[in-house]
């Protein structure tokens, strides 16, 4: 993601504090926010058989609840996390994305919007809609 944003205007600011404040959102995304989620992601699809699996999931919801007030704290009322979307939006949302099912976004409003925002945006959509493409062999039309 780095290296696209680099290469095409629009994903990572020209001012130089609004670059890097935009680049340490990308690394945040997937060093702080992301493990929580995939570690919950991977107890739901693989632990639910286990004995211990009723006790051990309100921590891990809980310890994705932290990362997500954080950053519900940071949007507060804005529409991206530093001004104009950027990379690090881009990256904070698709981590975001895998908690669609989990009911946690439910319970921030302001996340769930920011989500919307980010996967309604016609680059997004347009990528996601390739990215299918691959997956399923299907022909995207001209």
Known sequence: MLHIAERHAGLLPTEPNA????????????????????ELGMAMLFERDKGWYAERLPMLRDRVRVRLGELSRRLSD????????SAGDLMVVTVLRRLNTSGLLDEYPDIAAYV?????RPAFRRAFEAQLAVFTGARLAP
Do not use: K, Q, Y
């Open 19 to 38: 670059r890097a404040r935009a680049i340490a959102w990308m690394f945040a995304a997937l060093s702080t926010l992301e493990p929580p989620i995939v």
């Open 78 to 85: 804005a529409d991206w996390l530093d001004g104009a979307f």
């Open 116 to 120: 919307a925002r980010g996967e309604a």
